[in-house]
């Protein structure tokens, strides 16, 4: 039995709508493995799951920020997963274990936005 963490801290957005149907899809076919779905606090009545080798819990780490880096690497390096999936491009640099990373969206690989900090998008 393997064990699985979602990265699902994004679950209660617009895209997080991949997220939820991801989860409530894998906990029909996946009796196997063992999954832990990390969500923000506030999220963790958001997605209940049905499946027993489902359970959620809170991670609290602002995307693209410093505790994101420190704190969600070190919370990972405590579970000891054997696959992390990260629904989004965020996570962090010095995560050295087995991950998946979903990519929704590549235009801002051609396109700029003055709005996002200029060096975390090149």
């Given at each position: 039995m393997k064990h699985i963490v979602i990265d699902a801290r994004?679950?209660?957005?617009?895209?997080?709508?991949?997220?939820?149907?991801?989860?409530?899809?894998?906990e029909k076919i996946d009796n196997n493995n063992q999954?832990?779905?990390?969500?923000?606090?506030?999220?963790?009545?958001?997605w209940q799951p049905t499946n027993p080798?489902?359970?959620?819990?809170?991670?609290?780490?602002?995307n693209y920020?410093?505790?994101e880096q420190?704190?969600?690497?070190?919370?990972?390096d405590q579970i000891k997963p054997d696959l992390v999936h990260f629904c989004m491009p965020q996570q962090p640099?010095?995560?050295?274990?087995?991950?998946?990373t979903t990519f929704h969206d590549l235009t801002l690989l051609k396109?700029?936005?003055?709005?996002?900090?200029?060096?975390?998008?090149?």
């Open positions: 994004i679950i209660n957005s617009s895209t997080g709508t991949y997220v939820e149907r991801l989860l409530s899809n894998l999954y832990t779905i990390l969500v923000p606090t506030k999220d963790l009545n958001y080798n489902f359970k959620v819990i809170a991670a609290d780490f602002a920020s410093l505790s420190i704190r969600l690497k070190k919370l990972l640099v010095f995560y050295k274990g087995n991950h998946v396109t700029y936005n003055s709005d996002k900090n200029w060096l975390i998008y090149h």
